[in-house]
């Protein structure tokens, strides 16, 4: 049972990136899905949720209107879209199991998201 996060890279300011989250091992439509980012020197953050039932989301209002969370179940996949990305995304992202960090069940790995010129 895992969540495998991908899709981080470098990229230049107001550029785009998606970030996926599959799972593996259980189904993920079961789930709240959440994207954490912890940035440089920075402490854990929740960016993005998106329900298991009805799809609402939530987001940081950091990243609102940049950031549209979204879920494909027939693919157990949650993505991160990101758009207008600034210098101060730059963070290690991970996905988990729930909106909340400590209730979580499962994380992904992280995957690294640099915005620099």
């Known amino acids: 049972v895992q969540l495998q996060a991908s899709g981080g890279g470098l990229v230049q300011p107001e550029s785009s990136l998606r970030l996926s989250c599959a799972g593996s091992?259980?189904?993920?439509?079961?789930?709240?899905i959440a994207w954490f980012r912890q940035g440089p020197g920075k402490e854990r953050e929740g960016v993005a949720c998106i329900n298991m039932a009805n799809e609402g989301t939530m987001y940081a209002e950091s990243v609102k209107g940049r950031f549209t969370i979204s879920r494909d179940n027939d693919k157990n996949t949650v993505y991160l879209q990101m758009n207008t990305l600034k210098p101060e995304d730059t963070a290690v992202y991970f996905c988990?199991?729930?909106?909340?960090?400590?209730?979580?069940?499962?994380w992904g790995q992280g995957t690294l998201v640099t915005v620099s010129s």
């Open positions: 091992g259980f189904t993920l439509g079961y789930y709240n």
């Open positions: 988990a199991s729930d909106c909340f960090a400590g209730s979580a069940d499962y």
